[in-house]
Every structure is written in C-alpha cells, then in structure tokens.
C-alpha cells in the first residue's frame, strides 16, 4: 500500500510559479512510476505529467514548457514546478503511483488533491 499526500497549492496570478510536492509512504518510493494530474469543475481527470522510477518524464502538451516533474527519491517525494501560470491551469491537482502513463486507470494509488487557482 502506498499512501500520498500533496501540497503547495494556492491562489497564485497569471504569470506566476507555484510548486507543488507530494510525499510517499508505505513502499519503496524509487520504484514507483509517479504522476500527476488534474481535474477542473465539470471536467474529466487530465493527465499533466509523468516520471518513471528511473527518471524518464513526459508532459501533456498543454504544459509542456512551463511545468517540471522531478523527483528526491532520499526524500520520498515526488515535485510539480509550475510557472507561466494561466486561468486555464485552475484545477484540483492530483499526485499518484503506478505504471508509467498518461491514463488515469494505470495509477493504483491517489493522494487527496490539492487545489490550484490562478486568477487573470
């Protein structure tokens, strides 16, 4: 079982950084697959960006550019930089764990989400 949990959302302007974190519990945290996504009101869950336990990452075309997947696997933790911030980029964002993909249904694990505004 792995437990996730997210931070650093917040209200933030258009043009701004935001860096969120989620941190893992419960199995070998270098092992796992992670990533993140979002889901706004009205909206499916979207795939954001993904990182394999050995560090090849990939991003929805909608972010790629302004948004960064790293992770500190001495700290457990996986990280989403956010900058160049748009009104579009509102959303819950999600952290979660399991195979390498942008499809929600390959992710077995879920943190709570953390919520993002980014106001015009």
């Known amino acids: 079982q792995v437990q996730l949990v997210e931070s650093g959302g917040g209200l933030v302007q258009a043009g701004g950084s935001l860096r969120l974190s989620c941190a893992a519990s419960?199995?070998?945290?270098?092992?796992?697959?992670m990533g993140w996504f979002r889901q706004a009101p009205g909206k499916e869950r979207e795939f954001v960006a993904a990182?394999?336990?050995?560090?090849?990452?990939y991003y929805a075309d909608s972010v790629k550019g302004r948004f960064t997947i790293s992770r500190d696997n001495a700290k457990n933790t996986v990280y989403l930089q956010m900058n160049s911030l748009k009104p579009e980029d509102t959303a819950v964002y999600y952290c979660?764990?399991?195979?390498?993909?942008?499809?929600?249904?390959?992710?077995?694990?879920w943190g709570q989400g953390t919520q993002v505004t980014v106001s015009s």
């Open positions: 979660a764990a399991g195979s390498y993909s942008d499809y929600p249904a390959a992710y077995d694990h």
């Open positions: 990182i394999r336990w050995s560090g090849n990452r």
């Open positions: 419960g199995r070998t945290f270098s092992t796992l697959s």
